[in-house]
């Protein structure tokens, strides 16, 4: 399977889990309950895989362990639990713009934490894909985008994308005497576990009181949205880098659009279509074409 697709997938699930975590939250389901059940759904369902796995690689485990609850904190417990928090109060424009700065935090933090260094093309990759993801959610026009104000859900949400940012440039430094199915499982088990107490003391909802929907919701969340997501996120930015990694996050509002088009019955209109074009511009700048210059170059000094 091409790279490219190990990144599209996880972008693809968590446009799902963006519009079910909003309508999930809007029934008066607390986030502290959904993030926690969510987590622990993904932990059920990956732990007969992966026991073995993780027994066998106890002693990479404990000699990284201070590492290994850094990730879990930032990408398993951090991001999603700020992400539910932040739906509780600002709308989902607002919200979806705000993960528009994960691509620019991503960069900043690869070259402070790890000294990398991004080229002109990716630049203006980075740049039209931003134009359009900023395009589409402000319907194109300037009157909505000057016009959004920033409230304690959005403040949420930017904490959760610097998590995202910083787990994602992080995902480098994995041990490397540690398989893929191993990490995940790990972080995935230590992260929910840093949500018990959260889950414990501050959620309010009674498990009795969760419809057969709802549960529907958090297998898709803890199925796909976790499991699925993480460990292709994992693989793409192991194979592609987290600058590259970044561009993907624009395809959000895409995929979220499209499955309002198909499941809540909305239409496109110009602007979805100028700012899909920009953005698919941005990424084949910033990956393709980027990748076929730099080859280009390395064979003119060769």
Not at 132 to 148: E, N, P, W
Not at 217 to 224: D, E, K, Q, V
Not at 273 to 299: D, E, H, P, R
Request: glycine share 8%.
């Amino acid at each position: 399977m091409p790279a490219f697709v190990y990144l599209l997938l996880p972008v693809l699930f968590w446009s799902g889990n963006y519009v079910l975590g909003r309508l999930t939250v809007s029934e008066g389901i607390d986030p502290f309950t959904i993030s926690f059940l969510r987590w622990s759904i993904a932990c059920l369902i990956i732990l007969p895989f992966a026991y073995k796995k993780v027994w066998a690689e106890r002693s990479v485990i404990i000699k990284h362990w201070p590492l290994l609850i850094l990730f879990s904190w930032l990408g398993i417990c951090n991001y999603n639990l700020f992400l539910y928090l932040g739906l509780t109060s600002t709308s989902v424009t607002n919200a979806v713009l705000l993960n528009a700065i994960i691509p620019v935090i991503i960069l900043i933090t690869a070259r402070v934490l790890l000294g990398n260094k991004t080229s002109g093309v990716q630049n203006l990759g980075i740049l039209l894909s931003t134009i359009g993801a900023i395009v589409i959610i402000s319907r194109g026009s300037l009157d909505t985008l000057l016009h959004l104000t920033m409230s304690q859900g959005d403040l949420w949400i930017i904490a959760a994308a610097i998590s995202w940012a910083v787990y994602s440039v992080l995902i480098a430094k994995r041990p490397k005497d540690m398989s893929l199915i191993g990490f995940f499982t790990t972080t995935a088990l230590v992260g929910t576990a840093i949500q018990a107490p959260l889950f414990i003391f501050f959620g309010s909802t009674a498990l009795n009181e969760l419809s057969v929907t709802n549960w529907g919701t958090l297998l898709y969340m803890g199925l796909f949205a976790s499991l699925a997501a993480f460990l292709c996120w994992n693989l793409g930015v192991h194979k592609l880098g987290a600058a590259t990694a970044g561009q993907f996050i624009h395809l959000l509002p895409v995929f979220s659009i499209s499955l309002s088009v198909l499941f809540l019955g909305e239409s496109l209109y110009f602007f979805h279509y100028l700012g899909m074009l920009l953005i698919f511009s941005g990424i084949f700048v910033a990956t393709l074409l980027n990748k076929k210059l730099s080859m280009q170059k390395a064979i003119k000094q060769s």
